[in-house]
Structure formats: structure tokens, C-alpha cells
């Protein structure tokens, strides 16, 4: 009797350990790793970009870009950033709102325009996610002048450098400008952060 309640005793120990493990598990799938300056520590921001991206998958983010550490250039970004996929791009805007988009075909200075029916954009401060109206078209625009646009201008970095973002609120993805700046207007952005994207 009392090797049976060692036995039994063991057992339940054993299967604690697996139902540990496996919340552990949940818990790291759950947890995006970012070293965001945009986000700071903030883990539910971090959680919410992880659940737009892939709600159920292990996803790892490496910084390739930050605005406030490489500048504004748009040669630079394209230096550090072209021909990177998937990834993310996050925003933050002179008025704090934080936004951005991912997609899983790469940024380059090819003057041309591509398409991927799985890339989003969405706001942190309206906790949102907009897909593509149109699957059948081409939303991202690649220009060697300018750097990451979204549709015509949905996220459209083609002003005169990095610092200068549009958000034009009437593209295939939005109905609404991603900013509180005026819709369409071109707006002053406090950061602006790219990642690659892996899947584990």
C-alpha cells in the first residue's frame, strides 16, 4: 500500500511537470520579445502586435532599423532594410499614436509594385487590424527614392526623408487615417522601428 501511494505520488508529480511545461509553452507563444523603443516594456502592446501577426505561432523580431539610432535617410533604410522578409514595421507618430504594418515580401529600390494578400497594417491606439480591400492588388510599393508605402499612402514614407510619414486614410487598406493628424497631410513621427520577422 504504501509503494502504490509513492507510485501514485510520482505520477501525479510527473503529470504537473508536463502541464507546466506545456504552459510554459503557451506562455512563451503567447509573449512577443521586442526590443522596441516605441513600445518600451509594455508586454500587452508588444502581446497585441504578436496576436495581429500570428496568434498560435512562436515569432522571433530582430531590429534591423531605428530611426533615432541609423537617421532618417532613405538610402539608409534601404541600405539596412531591402530585401528582408517577413516584416514589421512600427511607428510612432508627434502625437503618440503608434501604428505600422507587416508583410511577408521584402522593401527594395526595384521602382516597382507588388502584392501579398497576407500583409496588414493596424494601430495600437485604436486597436485595430485593416487587411486589403482588393486581394488582387498591388500594395506595395517599392521606390528607390522613398522609403516603405503602403497602397498610395495608407503608411507612405515619400516626403523628403524618414522623418516625414503620410497617412492618408482612403487607400485599399484604410477608411481612416492611422494618425491624428490630419488625413493625408504629411506628419512628423517621433520613431520609426523594421524588423525581420522569423517564425519558430
Excluded at 103 to 114: A, L, P, R, Y
Amino acid at each position: 500500500m504504501k509503494q502504490e501511494n509513492i507510485q501514485i505520488k510520482e505520477q501525479i508529480k510527473i503529470l504537473i511537470d508536463f502541464k507546466n511545461k506545456i504552459e510554459q509553452e503557451e506562455e512563451r507563444k503567447k509573449n512577443l520579445k521586442l526590443d522596441s523603443s516605441i513600445l518600451n516594456n509594455e508586454q500587452n502592446k508588444k502581446n497585441k502586435i504578436k496576436e495581429f501577426i500570428s496568434p498560435n505561432q512562436r515569432i522571433k523580431a530582430e531590429l534591423k532599423y531605428r530611426l533615432t539610432r541609423d537617421g532618417t535617410s532613405f538610402d539608409t533604410f534601404h541600405k539596412l532594410c531591402d530585401n528582408i522578409a517577413p516584416n514589421l514595421l512600427l511607428i510612432k507618430d508627434d502625437k503618440n499614436n503608434i501604428f505600422g504594418g507587416f508583410t511577408k515580401v521584402s522593401w527594395d529600390k526595384s521602382d516597382s509594385q507588388k502584392n501579398d494578400i497576407e500583409s496588414f497594417l493596424f494601430s495600437i491606439n485604436k486597436n485595430k487590424k485593416y487587411y486589403q480591400k482588393h486581394k488582387d492588388h498591388k500594395t506595395i510599393f517599392c521606390y528607390s527614392n522613398y522609403g516603405p508605402w503602403f497602397w498610395g499612402g495608407d503608411i507612405g514614407f515619400y516626403s523628403t526623408d524618414m522623418s516625414l510619414c503620410k497617412s492618408a486614410g482612403n487607400g485599399d487598406y484604410l477608411d481612416e487615417s492611422l494618425s491624428t493628424n490630419k488625413a493625408g497631410d504629411h506628419f512628423k513621427v517621433q520613431e520609426v522601428e523594421f524588423y525581420r520577422i522569423t517564425f519558430e
